[in-house]
Nanobody
Framework: QVQLAESGGGLVQAGGSLRLSCVVS????????MAWFRQAPGKERERVAA????????RYADSVKGRFTISRDNVKNTLYLQMNELKPEDTAVYYC??????????????WGQGTQVTVSS
């Protein structure tokens, strides 16, 4: 059974930083691409950042480029999202997701339960 467990969310002031973590079990973590998504109230879920199976290729939403960094530790089976210069519009529930392949060109097949990030102005 594949399980993804996010942590690291919370309340932060605008301009601050947070680091999200996602621990994966039940699948060989190093064989699959990963991503972070977010969903704000009343909005559709959007992909924030994605990373391939070895961490060599990444992709970011335009809204977070230069502020967020996705990374992975294939020894610890952990995905990270470093979020800097946070803005109120970054407020959302953040989800980690795992793809069924090495690149992030398909639809993830497993999701975490999400962690709330709230940025105050």
């Amino acid at each position: 059974q594949v399980q993804l467990a996010e942590s690291g969310g919370g309340l932060v002031q605008a301009g601050g930083s947070l680091r999200l973590s996602c621990v994966v079990s039940g699948r060989t973590f190093s064989d699959y691409a990963m991503a972070w998504f977010r969903q704000a109230p009343g909005k559709e879920r959007e992909r924030v950042a994605a990373i391939n199976w070895v961490g060599r290729n990444t992709r970011y939403a335009d809204s977070v480029k230069g502020r967020f960094t996705i990374s992975r530790d294939n020894v610890k089976n952990t995905l990270y999202l470093q979020m800097n210069e946070l803005k109120p519009e970054d407020t959302a529930v953040y989800y980690c997701a795992i793809y069924p392949v090495v690149y992030y060109h398909e639809t993830p097949d497993h999701w975490g339960q999400g962690t709330q990030v709230t940025v105050s102005s």
